[in-house]
């Protein structure tokens, strides 16, 4: 995968009630951008992200996965995060990271709380939201229950930018607001989809709903209320328009809605479409590091010319040493070269750099500002050290994970037990 510039990268986090197929829908993602040749399936074990035997044997996520994809010129970072409340501690990583977060809601069971729980920890950090509202071909979905509950439940802001075409049995494409044009199923299920005229007897309900999308656009901005005040919706141009989504969606002002399928690969293109188009990139934010010279607080640009500033987000310890997984905030990573842990002020030396797809490592020359890598068996690096130039020692904020629920004792079954329960207790700490 070639190397992006902070503009192109979107770093995004998808989050859900556990089963509400977060999981599908990134395998669906990833192969709509040709980034894997088919789609695999949780009830197979055979999906990029989830490639822990407990996650096979278990039938769901535990632990964060990240899957890069290229759409339109565009690198998105997925973070696909479990949907179990046991593994709080994943979605707090990940909402450390990312640019933006995708809410997956199922369309026949509507808000539940893992829903609720992902959309506090999106708005406590002030990350840009969408929603997508998934299993649209599903037995009872009901597509306007959902927004109503989700207005009700989560926020006012939530508006769809797209509405379905039938539903359960009958579904059979989506409808673009902006657009006012049908997008329907391929019947290969391929990503692929068909363009089409909106069919007659939903054009009423189009027209409503899209209104109702402008009217969230245009309050976005003074100048382009004004506009529409005075001469309709026909006179915001579609630059504007995007624009006021783009700023409405930045501010929480606006929580667009995309729907679909991904079992069924429906609307997949156009989220992604609406993932490039919405979430602020990483090259459009900057991150307030502590200086350790003077103990100051500095702004970090995310710029392959600033000083290096990189956050160990999570750490796996196999049998072949430890994985650190790692977002660069600003400057680059770059094999062969040493750098500092903040925490310990000891030395790293680096020789290779890689990016991850699920368990796939890459071998790269260097992960650059705003985007997500690995580097292997390093010393005394943990979860949530910064790494940086002995240069310029910087330390960046540490993510926010929740207090304990309960607190155990475990004990070994026998003194055979010991040592290896010793080694497991070891790295699950290191973890």
């Not at 993602?29 to 074990?45: F, K, N, S, Y």
């Not at 035997?53 to 339109?72: F, T």
Request: net charge negative; with cysteine.
């Amino acid at each position: 995968m070639r190397a992006f510039e902070s503009e192109r990268i979107h770093n995004i986090g998808i989050f859900g009630h556990l089963g509400s197929g977060k999981t599908t829908l990134a395998e669906a993602m990833l192969m709509t951008a040709h980034a894997i040749p088919r789609m695999g399936r949780v009830e197979d074990g055979s999906t990029t992200s989830d490639y822990d035997p407990d996650e096979h044997r278990r039938g769901m996520s535990i632990s964060l996965s990240v899957l890069p994809l290229e759409w339109n010129g565009d690198k998105i970072n997925l973070i696909d995060v479990p949907g179990a409340a046991d593994f709080a501690g994943e979605a707090a990583a990940a909402m450390r990271i990312i640019d933006g977060a995708l809410l997956v809601l199922d369309a026949s069971a509507g808000v539940e709380v893992g829903t609720e729980l992902f959309w506090e920890m999106a708005v406590q950090q002030r990350i840009p939201r969408i929603l997508f509202i998934n299993k649209l071909d599903r037995e009872n979905a009901n597509f306007y229950r959902v927004i109503e509950q989700a207005r009700e439940l989560l926020d006012a802001a939530v508006i769809p930018m797209q509405i379905p075409i039938g539903a359960g049995k009958e579904f059979k494409g989506i409808i673009s607001l902006r657009q006012q044009r049908a997008w329907l199923t391929s019947p290969k299920h391929d990503g692929g989809y068909i363009e089409a005229d909106v069919p007659a007897e939903l054009n009423d309900l189009m027209h409503e709903w899209r209104t109702a999308l402008i009217d969230k656009i245009a309050a976005t901005n003074d100048h382009l209320i004004e506009r529409y005040l005075e001469g309709g919706e026909d006179a915001l141009t579609r630059e504007e328009l995007l624009l006021g989504l783009r700023t409405g969606i930045a501010d929480g002002s606006i929580v667009p809605v995309f729907c679909g399928s991904a079992t069924e690969v429906v609307g997949i293109a156009q989220l992604l479409n609406g993932i490039v188009d919405s979430i602020p990139s990483a090259g459009r934010k900057t991150t307030t590091a502590t200086d350790l010279n003077t103990d100051q607080e500095v702004e970090l640009r995310p710029d392959r010319t600033e000083p290096l500033a990189a956050l160990v987000f999570k750490t796996v310890s196999d049998t072949y040493g430890k994985l650190s997984y790692f977002r660069v905030f600003s400057g680059e990573v770059r094999a062969g070269m040493t750098l500092m842990n903040a925490r310990t002020r000891k030395e790293e030396r680096v020789a290779h750099v890689y990016i991850v797809r699920g368990k796939e490592q890459i071998e790269v020359e260097s992960v650059g500002p705003g985007d997500i890598g690995l580097l292997t068996k390093l010393g005394d690096t943990q979860t949530n050290d910064t790494l940086c130039l002995s240069s310029r020692p910087l330390a960046l904020a540490p993510i926010q994970f929740p207090a304990p629920a309960f607190i155990a004792t475990v004990k070994p079954r026998s003194r055979s037990d010991l040592d290896k329960l010793s080694s497991a207790l070891t790295r699950m700490t290191e973890e």
